[in-house]
């Protein structure tokens, strides 16, 4: 099965491909760093599974052409409503280290984005789950969320 992953994080990127590596090593594996370079690989490679992070950069650092990175809170979303467009016949989950996302007064919370993104992108978005190196939540919510694709 075809994956990508999309996280900027170093030390959480390599800890996603390291567990999802050991959980599905038949699956090709495709990793990128940013909301632009994340849609490009799902257009071109068409992805069956993507794990996303919510806050992501525009343009990973080589793209960035030494401007300053800025990270858009809710790139996740923007990356689910895309594909979504693109008719990419694919599941993505979401694993984020935050819990809330935004400034006063329009913070919101990693649940209350669940729940817009399952209503509004019902065919595509599986779920959001925080990331915690301390708790095993997001292993079990990849694992399954993968595995549900195999049915």
Request: net charge neutral; no cysteine.
């Amino acid at each position: 099965m075809k994956t990508l992953i999309v996280e900027d994080n170093p030390k959480k990127r390599a800890s996603l491909v390291e567990y999802y590596s050991s959980e599905f090593p038949s699956d090709d594996l495709e990793v990128t760093s940013a909301l632009i370079s994340g849609l490009r690989v799902a257009r071109d490679t068409k992805p069956e599974f993507i794990i996303l992070d919510m806050t992501l950069p525009n343009y990973s650092p080589d793209e960035n052409k030494g401007s300053r990175i800025e990270l858009m809170p809710f790139a996740g979303r923007e990356f689910v409503m895309r594909v979504n467009r693109m008719s990419i016949k694919t599941k993505v989950i979401i694993v984020s280290m935050f819990e809330t996302f935004g400034v006063a007064p329009r913070l919101i919370t990693l649940n209350s984005l669940d729940a817009e993104l399952r209503d509004r992108y019902p065919n595509v978005f599986v779920e959001a789950v925080h990331y915690s190196q301390a708790q095993a939540d997001w292993k079990t919510a990849i694992k399954n969320a993968r595995l549900s694709l195999d049915r």
